[in-house]
């Protein structure tokens, strides 16, 4: 595709309930990024993909949040027992390669899932 | 840990005025600085980077930023405004040893004709 897709766009759901976001990088990019965004407050990472493997997932803030990346290509978060704060906006990235030092390749966004749990 | 604060979180001007968003940042290593862009219902866009080259960065849509180490700051600027600049902007931080970058609050910029 031309961007980075990102389903469902909105989702509702219960406190208590699992749920799953779906990110679809743009083609070719081994490097895929999770942010959160909360109302007024900037994107924070929760974990980084380079290729299959999780490289970096100090950002996830407990053990109910999980991301998984197959085949290295599309991606999903799940979050167990979701509770109300988690809440927000939750962005994926792509870029051609991942390195540490992020300012060497561009990070393209996609356009984010709305949670709200209820 | 690396950090930025971004002043201001809604900053109104004229259309034609000029546009200044400031950024001040905090990191023990020598930053990657940047400028993203994000308009309603749309991802994030980088506007421009600062990786350690040049400290006066263009970027697109007539948009720059002067990294200035003493003031640890990282502010963006465009001379004239136009309405379509009207978005919400985020200063980031990264650096050679992270994955993660680390983003601002944001500033919703509102130009009025």
């Known amino acids: 595709g031309a961007g980075v897709s990102q389903t469902p766009s909105n989702k509702v759901t219960e406190k208590g309930k699992y749920v799953e976001l779906r990110c679809d990088p743009i083609?070719?990019?081994?490097?895929l990024y999770w942010y959160r965004q909360s109302l007024g407050q900037g994107p924070e990472f929760l974990i980084y993909f380079q290729g299959t493997g999780a490289a970096d997932d100090s950002g996830l803030p407990n053990d109910r949040f999980f991301a998984v990346r197959p085949e290295g290509s599309v991606s999903t978060l799940k979050i167990q027992r979701t509770e109300r704060g988690d809440s927000a906006v939750y962005l994926c990235a792509s870029s051609l390669m991942g390195t540490a030092g992020t300012g060497l390749v561009e990070q393209y966004f996609g356009p984010g899932t709305r949670l709200t749990v209820t | 840990a690396q950090s930025v604060t971004q002043l201001g979180s809604h900053v109104s001007v004229s259309e034609g005025a000029l546009v200044l968003l400031r950024c001040n940042y905090s990191?023990?290593?020598?930053?990657?600085l940047f400028w993203y862009v994000q308009y309603p219902n749309q991802g994030l866009q980088l506007l421009l980077k600062?990786?350690?080259?040049?400290?006066l960065v263009k970027g697109i849509n007539g948009f720059e930023a002067e990294f200035k180490k003493s003031e640890t700051s990282f502010h963006l600027t465009k001379p004239s405004a136009h309405m379509s600049d009207a978005a919400e902007y985020f200063c980031?931080?990264?650096?050679?040893?992270?994955?993660?970058?680390?983003f601002g609050a944001g500033t919703r910029l509102t130009v009025k004709p």
């Open positions: 600062y990786t350690s080259a040049a400290t």
């Open positions: 980031a931080v990264s650096d050679h040893l992270n994955n993660d970058m680390r």
């Open positions: 990191s023990s290593v020598p930053p990657y």
């Open positions: 083609s070719g990019h081994t490097a």
